[in-house]
């Protein structure tokens, strides 16, 4: 077993006994008997629960805070008593908010996380949680397999818990039964997926990186993985317009079947081992575009965004106009982190600019405005919207 390297939360856990035992024999004979892989249905999120062919169980990820109960009651209509293993792929709140109420309900017999540290409240929430009830605790590395059940090869594809970014420190599992496959990648991004070209990524079954996002699912890689399916796992009407074109594009391509929670609602697949199937619809796109907004655009527009600077943490907005135009009640969106900036009561004149700083190096001054001393934008894409105060968005930034 590799060398795991705790996060603070991690070391406190480490403290009162928490291990993990890794498998490291191949896999077992296939008896036959039935495993399930359901992707549950909870909106603009992922949460993925397995039943193996010996009942075992495992629950990844537990979509927004919202979603939790939902996730407790359908593991509880499943007979879920305990679940043996829980894993968060990564700290992002569409992923790990669920959890909470799951860490409240069901015994769980070992947790695995990414080793991602993040300041949200969701996730130290989380960690005090495994941490009070004693959970077995452990950050795994890329290689390590999971002594899951004797009958499945349950594979760290990648894990990186020092990623700058918190999506592509997703914990990336190939679960392996037989003849069948499963591979589940969290929000993983493109430069992820080009590391992982190197490794056995080939698999039946793909759940699509960050919810259909352009910013995973590139051709190269899903040629690489050679899905018959690909489970889009997202909320209808979602403000991030998933799944993007160029994902369902891909999937066309390599002629996979499409599934998506938001019109089949949980996903269901079964295998022996030799053969799968699911009773969901395949996926048709209808209410489904890639430019999906909750908010109207508005018609016209004078002031933009010209410019947005994800290292510096920089957003500059221009009015382009000839006539001045009062900020008050507009609004700046960091669509990944769904984090708002409220302009205050400024009047931008024409052809004039304006920073929104952010981050360490944020600061007040002459045509400049300070957001927060947080990091808010992702180094790796995260669009930036420009809402006035009729709620319409004028501007958006990719």
């Given at each position: 077993?590799?060398?795991?390297?705790?996060?603070?939360?991690?070391?406190?856990?480490?403290?009162?006994?928490?291990?993990?035992?890794?498998?490291?024999?191949?896999?077992q004979?296939?008896?036959?008997?039935?495993m399930?892989?359901?992707?549950?249905?909870?909106?603009?999120?992922?949460?993925?629960?397995?039943?193996?062919?010996?009942?075992?169980?495992?629950?990844?990820?537990g979509?927004?805070?919202?979603?939790?109960?939902?996730?407790?009651?359908?593991?509880?209509?499943?007979?879920?008593?305990?679940?043996?293993?829980?894993?968060?792929?990564?700290?992002?709140?569409?992923?790990?908010?669920?959890?909470?109420a799951?860490?409240?309900?069901?015994?769980?017999?070992?947790?695995?996380?990414?080793?991602?540290?993040?300041?949200?409240?969701?996730?130290?929430?989380?960690?005090?949680?495994?941490?009070?009830?004693?959970?077995?605790?452990?950050?795994?590395?890329?290689?390590?397999?999971?002594?899951?059940?004797?009958?499945?090869?349950?594979?760290?594809?990648?894990?990186?818990?020092?990623?700058?970014?918190?999506?592509?420190?997703?914990?990336?599992?190939?679960?392996?039964?037989?003849?069948?496959?499963?591979?589940?990648?969290?929000?993983?991004?493109?430069?992820?997926?080009?590391?992982?070209?190197?490794?056995?990524i080939?698999?039946?079954?793909?759940?699509?990186?960050?919810?259909?996002?352009?910013t995973?699912?590139?051709?190269?890689?899903?040629?690489?993985?050679?899905?018959?399916?690909?489970?889009?796992?997202?909320g209808?009407?979602?403000?991030y317009?998933?799944?993007?074109?160029?994902?369902?594009?891909?999937?066309?391509?390599?002629?996979?079947?499409?599934?998506?929670?938001?019109?089949?609602?949980?996903?269901?697949?079964?295998?022996?081992?030799?053969?799968?199937?699911?009773?969901?619809a395949?996926w048709?796109?209808?209410?489904?575009t890639?430019?999906?907004?909750?908010?109207?655009?508005?018609?016209?527009?004078?002031?933009?965004?010209?410019?947005?600077?994800?290292?510096?943490?920089?957003?500059?907005?221009?009015?382009?106009?000839?006539?001045?135009?009062?900020?008050?009640?507009?609004?700046?969106?960091?669509?990944?982190?769904?984090?708002?900036?409220?302009?205050?009561?400024?009047?931008?004149?024409?052809?004039?600019k304006?920073?929104?700083?952010?981050?360490?190096?944020?600061?007040?001054?002459?045509?400049?405005?300070?957001?927060?001393?947080?990091?808010?934008?992702?180094?790796s894409?995260?669009?930036?919207?420009?809402?006035?105060?009729?709620?319409?968005?004028?501007?958006?930034?990719?």
């Open positions: 077993m590799k060398k795991i390297v705790f996060s603070l939360f991690a070391v406190a856990l480490l403290l009162v006994g928490c291990t993990i035992e890794f498998q490291q024999t191949e896999q004979s296939v008896s036959g008997n039935e399930s892989v359901h992707f549950i249905d909870v909106g603009q999120g992922d949460s993925i629960f397995i039943q193996s062919p010996n009942g075992k169980t495992m629950l990844i990820d979509g927004v805070k919202g979603a939790g109960k939902k996730v407790v009651d359908y593991l509880r209509e499943q007979g879920v008593k305990k679940l043996d293993y829980v894993v968060a792929t990564h700290p992002d709140a569409d992923h790990i908010g669920g959890l909470i799951v860490l409240n309900s069901i015994s769980i017999g070992h947790f695995i996380d990414s080793g991602k540290v993040h300041t949200s409240q969701t996730f130290e929430e989380m960690l005090t949680l495994v941490m009070d009830k004693n959970i077995a605790y452990n950050v795994p590395e890329k290689g390590d397999r999971i002594d899951f059940d004797k009958e499945l090869t349950t594979e760290v594809i990648y894990a990186d818990e020092n990623a700058s970014d918190n999506n592509d420190a997703s914990i990336v599992l190939k679960i392996t039964y037989g003849e069948v496959s499963f591979l589940l990648t969290g929000d993983a991004g493109v430069s992820i997926e080009k590391q992982l070209l190197q490794e056995n080939q698999a039946t079954v793909l759940k699509a990186g960050h919810h259909g996002s352009n995973s699912s590139s051709l190269a890689f899903i040629q690489a993985v050679k899905p018959e399916a690909i489970v889009l796992s997202y209808q009407d979602n403000k317009g998933h799944p993007h074109a160029e994902v369902i594009e891909n999937a066309l391509t390599v002629k996979s079947k499409i599934y998506g929670t938001a019109e089949a609602g949980t996903i269901v697949f079964t295998t022996d081992g030799v053969s799968y199937e699911t009773t969901a395949r048709t796109g209808m209410g489904a890639s430019s999906i907004s909750t908010k109207p655009t508005a018609k016209k527009t004078q002031v933009e965004l010209v410019s947005k600077d994800l290292i510096d943490e920089v957003v500059v907005i221009q009015n382009k106009g000839s006539e001045p135009v009062s900020l008050q009640g507009w609004q700046l969106v960091s669509v990944e982190g769904k984090q708002v900036f409220n302009f205050p009561n400024i009047t931008l004149q024409p052809n004039s304006l920073s929104i700083t952010s981050g360490p190096d944020a600061k007040d001054g002459k045509g400049i405005l300070k957001w927060t001393a947080k990091q808010i934008w992702s180094n894409g995260d669009a930036a919207q420009l809402i006035n105060a009729k709620g319409e968005v004028v501007s958006e930034l990719e």
